[in-house]
């Protein structure tokens, strides 16, 4: 890149983490399907995407796609469990945040 911002918006299975007895590809196809809406409205929209599926532990899936693919920031959504959820069970983001070293943008 020669410094401009990079205008691909990339999808990755994010949520739940998978369990060990799932088909990682069946895993990946069937979520691709499911982001094929979303797909056709940034086509519409003339927004330039590429589309993503990726099957683990989710935060570590994020920041290890996130530095093979070289991006320059992570942006995830946070559910908003509250402050006494979040501390008993975690959170993605927060995982995610403390595992890279590239900025994380949160959206409420």
């Known amino acids: 890149m020669d410094g401009a911002a ?4 990339s999808s990755t299975g994010g949520g739940q983490d998978t369990t060990a007895n799932q088909n990682p590809a069946r895993t990946e196809q069937e979520a691709l399907e499911l982001l094929q809406g979303a797909k056709a ?6 927004v330039s995407h ?7 532990q989710t935060a570590e899936t994020i920041v290890s796609f996130a530095r093979d693919y070289h991006c320059q920031l992570i942006v995830l959504g946070t559910r908003g469990m509250g402050a006494v959820a979040t501390f008993m069970i975690g959170s993605v983001a927060n995982r995610v945040v403390h595992q890279t070293d590239l900025p994380v943008l949160l959206v409420k």
């Open 6 to 9: 990079d205008s691909r918006a």
């Open 41 to 46: 409205m940034l086509t519409q929209a003339g």
């Open 50 to 56: 590429d589309l993503h599926a990726k099957v683990g």
